[in-house]
């Protein structure tokens, strides 16, 4: 038995921490004890894809991606878009929304209708979603988006119920939190 291997009673327990060749080996042994009992043998997962892990000596790391600003007034029409175009591998996980009101007719129901990361819609529905479900003191807020490759354009589409009356506005601030390739 190569001295890398581990016996029963050390797998068992889960004792010991494994490097890459232990946890080989571990399988391999976990593969045998199947084997003796007529199941099927396990097998390694992939790898997974290049964008989220990136070249050797990086490493994925929390970090923000302003998406930037809309202003719904006047004159602005109902609906607008906000577009960032992120330079490295970047997987948003939260959507970040914070709006500002300034007037008395500034109280129309912002609404996100489209959210594209590339060519694909990230909404199951076109109706779209309250923008409150992206408040700052939002809860369970996390999303399971597409990765987003280098230069791949990142869309959102905003709507309002009835736009802002002379001066008044509806300011909303957009970013993400997601891991990102980083030293």
């Known amino acids: 038995m190569p001295p890398y291997e581990i016996g029963l009673e050390e797998f068992e327990s889960g004792a010991e921490e494994f490097d890459s060749e232990e946890a080989g080996a571990a399988l391999n042994l976990v593969n045998r004890l199947r084997a003796r009992k007529g199941k099927s043998p396990m097998r390694r997962l992939p790898s997974p894809p290049a964008v989220l892990t990136g070249p050797r000596g990086l490493a994925l790391k929390r970090l923000p991606l302003g998406i930037g600003t809309v202003t719904f007034g006047a004159a602005t029409g109902t609906s607008l878009t906000v577009e960032v175009e992120p330079q490295?591998?970047?997987?948003?996980?939260?959507?970040?929304a914070a709006?500002?009101?300034?007037?008395?007719?500034?109280?129309?129901?912002?609404?996100l209708t489209s959210l594209m990361i590339?060519?694909?819609?990230?909404?199951?529905?076109?109706?779209g979603v309250p923008i409150e479900m992206f408040d700052t003191q939002a809860t369970d807020a996390e999303l399971d988006l597409t990765p987003v490759i280098p230069g791949q354009k990142v869309t959102l589409t905003l709507t309002i119920s009835a736009a802002p009356a002379g001066a008044d506005t509806v300011v909303v601030n957009l970013g993400f939190y997601g891991a990102a390739i980083g030293q």
């Not at 590339?118 to 109706?127: E, I, K, R, T, Y």
């Open 88 to 96: 490295r591998g970047y997987t948003p996980k939260r959507l970040v």
């Open 99 to 111: 709006v500002s009101r300034t007037g008395a007719s500034a109280t129309g129901l912002v609404r």
């Open 118 to 127: 590339g060519d694909v819609q990230q909404l199951p529905a076109s109706n």
